[in-house]
């Protein structure tokens, strides 16, 4: 994980708000405690926090490249599993590499296809580059919306930021809520595009946006489509195996340890499985941690969310694959801990009201960080949560007519009782907004 912001300004000289630009660079330093670094030139300031992953020593951020015409400078969050292949390409068309990193691939990439190098990638990303041949900010997101990026147009400009708290700490962009915003975090279904604070958006998955003296554009590169599914189920599987593979041994891609986070459900448990089996070719042995709580699976009642407790599952799975395996175990104290839920919400921005889940994996996050960089399912989830933005993609229409409607999808959403009422207030504590009704 990392953390990118930045700042475009066609009527100022930027190099008087370095103070401004690294207030807006340190509000991500939880998503990147390895590294920090600024660039600022004329109109243009980057803002960069690092999670070393790739090339360590060659990885750091901002990246510029020097041409004839102007300097291009990029910062950049995510991993493009692609970049061995594409790095061989680029090679073969001349261009050559100072480093090992999927940074300067990246870099590399746009200055030989410009804009469309997007569609060339395969990963999960944010990225902005700030091209000064031509004076144009180009951002752009990961096809699925992984990455979070939001931006803030201004009169002259545009602020940018992995998360609304590095937008919030320049003083251009005001700290106000809206009815629109309003809406969306009580009814929990989000508008596309829209970042609940007011003139503050988010890049849609799939999309560059471009910012020049001209204005803003946007241009979707990717969308989901649906299509006839023709082959048999043999060849089905077929097919989600060797996907399987190839997605697990390109994220197992790292300069440092790696290990695998189990819930014992299917997702988790094959990209577990997959992993060990991956890494105990070259003979080493994958870690694997889960969450539990204490006391819970000698003490569980099913529910209409869970028929089992997960730990059995759990060790099974750890067994069968041959893991090193750890537990942490939670407890009650622990997740009621006040200072640990305010440091969820600074972390999300917004009093989303997930209660232990959250709480839970910060705490799990807080036991792994400093070993290993973790393998997490998502696949599952993208296609069962309808809030997430991959649904922005498949039917924004019905999205947007649910937000403003009072369905019974949205009460259901909106009724999350005590806990969503308990971060809604320690919100409104922490961030003080601006809030209008009109």
């Known amino acids: 994980m990392r953390g990118i912001t930045g700042w475009v300004s066609y009527e100022r000289d930027l190099r008087t708000e370095v103070a401004t630009v690294d207030a807006m660079t340190e509000t991500m330093a939880c998503r990147g405690?390895?590294?920090?670094?600024?660039?600022?030139?004329?109109?243009?300031?980057?803002?960069?926090?690092?999670?070393?992953?790739?090339?360590?020593p060659g990885g750091r951020q901002p990246m510029t490249a020097r041409t004839p015409d102007g300097t291009v400078v990029l910062v950049y969050s995510g991993e493009a599993y692609n970049f061995t292949e594409l790095r061989r390409e680029l090679t073969d068309r001349g261009h050559r590499f100072r480093t090992q990193s999927d940074t300067e691939v990246v870099l590399r990439a746009y200055l030989e296809w410009g804009e469309k190098l997007a569609e060339r990638l395969n990963g999960m990303y944010a990225f902005a580059l700030w091209d000064g041949r031509r004076d144009a900010l180009v951002m752009v997101r990961d096809r699925m919306g992984i990455k979070p990026f939001s931006y803030y147009p201004t009169p002259d400009g545009v602020l940018f930021g992995s998360e609304p708290k590095a937008i919030l700490a320049n003083p251009l962009a005001r700290a106000r809520v809206g009815i629109d915003g309003l809406r969306e975090l009580f009814a929990m279904i989000?508008?596309?595009?829209?970042?609940?604070?007011?003139?503050?958006?988010?890049?849609?998955?799939?999309?560059?946006?471009?910012?020049?003296?001209?204005?803003?554009?946007?241009?979707?590169?990717?969308?989901?489509?649906?299509?006839?599914?023709?082959?048999?189920?043999?060849?089905?599987?077929?097919?989600?195996?060797?996907?399987?593979?190839?997605?697990?041994?390109?994220?197992?891609?790292?300069?440092?340890?790696?290990?695998?986070?189990?819930?014992?459900?299917?997702?988790?448990?094959?990209?577990?499985?997959?992993?060990?089996?991956?890494?105990?070719?070259?003979?080493?042995?994958?870690?694997?941690?889960?969450?539990?709580?204490?006391?819970?699976?000698?003490?569980?009642?099913?529910?209409?969310?869970?028929?089992?407790?997960?730990?059995?599952?759990v060790h099974d799975v750890a067994e069968d694959s041959g893991t090193d395996h750890r537990d942490v175990v939670l407890d009650v104290e622990a997740l009621a801990d006040p200072?640990?839920?305010?440091?969820?919400?600074?972390?999300?921005?917004?009093?989303?009201?997930?209660?232990?889940m959250d709480s839970s994996l910060l705490l799990l996050f807080r036991a792994i960080r400093g070993r290993s960089t973790a393998l997490q399912n998502?696949?599952?989830?993208?296609?069962?949560?309808?809030?997430?933005?991959?649904?922005?993609?498949?039917?924004?229409?019905?999205?947007?007519?649910?937000?403003?409607?009072?369905?019974?999808?949205?009460?259901?959403?909106?009724?999350?009782?005590?806990?969503?009422?308990?971060?809604?207030?320690?919100?409104?504590?922490?961030?003080?907004?601006?809030?209008?009704?009109t």
């Open 33 to 56: 405690p390895d590294d920090r670094g600024t660039w600022i030139e004329g109109p243009a300031a980057l803002g960069h926090r690092r999670l070393a992953i790739i090339d360590l």
């Open 190 to 313: 989000r508008k596309p595009g829209h970042a609940v604070w007011d003139g503050m958006y988010e890049i849609e998955p799939g999309t560059v946006v471009t910012v020049d003296r001209q204005g803003l554009r946007r241009r979707v590169y990717w969308r989901l489509e649906t299509r006839p599914h023709p082959d048999d189920r043999a060849t089905t599987i077929a097919t989600v195996r060797s996907l399987l593979d190839d997605i697990v041994r390109r994220q197992l891609v790292a300069d440092v340890p790696r290990c695998t986070l189990l819930s014992g459900g299917l997702d988790s448990s094959a990209v577990t499985a997959l992993a060990a089996r991956q890494l105990g070719e070259h003979g080493e042995r994958v870690r694997s941690f889960a969450v539990d709580f204490a006391g819970l699976t000698d003490s569980f009642v099913p529910d209409g969310l869970r028929a089992a407790p997960d730990t059995p599952f």
């Open 339 to 356: 200072e640990l839920r305010a440091r969820v919400l600074r972390a999300r921005d917004l009093p989303v009201g997930y209660g232990d």
């Open 378 to 437: 998502h696949a599952k989830d993208l296609l069962a949560r309808p809030a997430h933005p991959v649904f922005d993609l498949l039917d924004r229409e019905r999205v947007r007519r649910a937000a403003y409607r009072d369905t019974p999808q949205a009460t259901q959403n909106s009724c999350r009782g005590l806990e969503r009422t308990l971060d809604l207030a320690l919100w409104l504590d922490l961030y003080r907004p601006e809030v209008s009704l």
